[in-house]
């Protein structure tokens, strides 16, 4: 049997408040670098939750998407470095936008991330080399354009947060 190829699932908050985005400042292997306020879906999570938690857990900040921004689907390659193979990673992200919420202070920001900053659209063009990815500006782009879809685009069948048993078929 061989692998089968699979992409990262991740979700990415953009999050606007008075023409600013808030960003995230990292560490990568790369170095830090900037990126909007994202990670991997948990399993056992929606694509909202997940987007809610990672906002929460990269800012202090509660977060609440209310529209789907759109679907990316990019690829990485991470020369090999010390101990480490090269890699070559595609990442399937799900961009949302929304509802800024209460900063949360007595939270700590995750592991690996050093600051939030809000930056305007100069900035975070300027700033395009730093950039973890180049959706952090293709999204904050498509956000500017009026890009927005409705959650009702997604569907979370109820057997991935255990609420029903999962098809022993195969189907999906």
Request: contains cysteine.
């Amino acid at each position: 049997m061989t692998n089968r190829w699979k992409p990262n699932a991740t979700v990415a908050a953009i999050i606007e408040r008075q023409g600013k985005f808030l960003l995230v400042e990292e560490h990568t292997p790369e170095g830090l670098r900037l990126n909007n306020p994202a990670g991997h879906l948990d399993e056992g999570e929606s694509l909202v939750d997940g987007c809610a938690r990672e906002a929460l857990e990269e800012t202090m900040y509660l977060f609440t998407p209310t529209h789907v921004l759109g679907v990316y689907l990019s690829r990485f390659h991470r020369a090999a470095r010390e101990q480490q193979a090269a890699e070559d990673i595609t990442y399937l992200r799900f961009a949302f936008c929304g509802n800024l919420g209460a900063l949360q202070a007595g939270r700590r920001l995750d592991t690996g991330i050093v600051r939030t900053l809000w930056l305007s659209p100069p900035e975070i063009r300027a700033s395009a080399p730093r950039h973890r990815s180049p959706l952090v500006l293709q999204c904050m782009e498509d956000y500017l354009r009026g890009q927005r879809y409705p959650l009702s685009l997604i569907h979370t069948d109820a057997n991935v947060i255990g609420l029903q048993s999962i098809a022993t078929d195969g189907r999906a």
